[in-house]
């Protein structure tokens, strides 16, 4: 599990985070939502160790961050950011590879090309293996990158908003493939979801941010409230029910003059979960 004690962040003089303690369960898919602003992807890149502790003391399966190894922790979490950027002249394939360095340390294996042939195919990525990443679309890369974070093996992946660039079918497919890496596999996933129909239909765990202050976290039906979600969002939200779970109305049904919209039927709701 994650353990975050007492963690407070600034950016100059201004406050990001204020002393968060969580508890991250292993075997989940972890969620955490919230407005802009609210310390989402700052908590995660500190759980990432992409930015520097500034007070506090977080624990990912009992291993210090302030203390333990770059080469010790690619082995426990994988991480994919916001920034994607890499050298567009590699191609798919070969970025996918970099996930195995951990491992084979640049002497791979049959195992690590075995590893990174399953992410390819995971991800749709097998026709394109052999194209340059300039070649190819934002959609595209950003499962590339994906497959790259899921080649690593580790039972942690950390990733901050993995929807980005990807349509439906896609995003719909990887929340998916991230519900099968812990359902099937017992891996770990700690994602920022901005959609946050997306954490419905697929999260075991949610957190809702706000202001850099944990608001709730919980199952999917102690945060998904309308209370509690109109609160986080500072606007009225409907929440209603598909397949047993969370559905969130966030459209407004009503112009401003108060003359109802039609809601959505109940085929185009099946379509939106």
Same mark, same amino acid.
């Given at each position: ?12 003089? $201004? ?5 968060? @303690? ?15 602003g609210?310390? *989402?992807s $700052? ?27 770059t ?19 590699l191609?798919v394939?070969e ?6 360095? %951990? ?18 195919d ?13 070649e ?11 497959a ?31 519900a099968?890496l812990?359902? /099937? ?11 946050v129909?997306? /954490?419905a239909?697929w ?5 809702a941010?706000k @202001?850099?202050?944990?608001?709730a ?25 598909? @397949?047993?779970? %969370? ?11 108060g003359?109802p919209?039609p *809601? %959505?039927? @109940?085929? $185009?709701?099946?379509?939106?979960h």
């Amino acid at each position: 599990m994650i353990r975050i004690n007492g963690l407070t962040h600034r950016i100059g003089a $201004t406050p990001i985070l204020h002393d968060i @303690d969580l508890t991250l369960p292993r075997g989940k898919l972890i969620a955490l939502i919230g407005p802009n602003g609210a310390g *989402k992807s $700052t908590l995660l890149r500190l759980v990432a160790r992409l930015e520097p502790l500034q007070a506090g003391r977080i624990e990912i399966d009992g291993l210090d961050l302030a203390t333990t190894g770059t080469e010790r922790l690619a082995l426990a979490m994988a991480v994919m950011g916001q920034q994607t950027h890499v050298a567009s002249r590699l191609r798919v394939a070969e970025l996918v590879g970099f996930g195995r360095w %951990p491992h084979h340390h640049g002497r791979p294996r049959a195992a690590d090309r075995e590893a990174v042939e399953q992410a390819l195919d995971a991800f749709g990525l097998t026709p394109l293996r052999h194209r340059f990443l300039d070649e190819i679309s934002g959609g595209q890369a950003q499962r590339a990158h994906l497959a790259m974070t899921f080649a690593q093996g580790t039972d942690w992946l950390l990733l901050d908003e993995p929807l980005n660039n990807l349509d439906m079918a896609h995003s719909r497919t990887l929340m998916a493939r991230l519900a099968d890496l812990v359902g /099937a596999r017992g891996r770990s996933v700690l994602t920022v979801v901005h959609e946050v129909n997306y /954490a419905a239909a697929w999260a075991d765990h949610i957190i809702a941010m706000k @202001d850099g202050r944990i608001v709730a976290e919980g199952a999917p039906e102690t945060v998904l409230t309308e209370p509690v979600l109109s609160a986080l969002y500072d606007t009225p939200i409907e929440v209603s029910r598909h @397949d047993d779970r %969370p559905l969130v109305l966030h459209h407004h049904w009503h112009d401003q003059l108060g003359s109802p919209f039609p *809601k %959505p039927s @109940d085929d $185009t709701l099946r379509v939106l979960h």
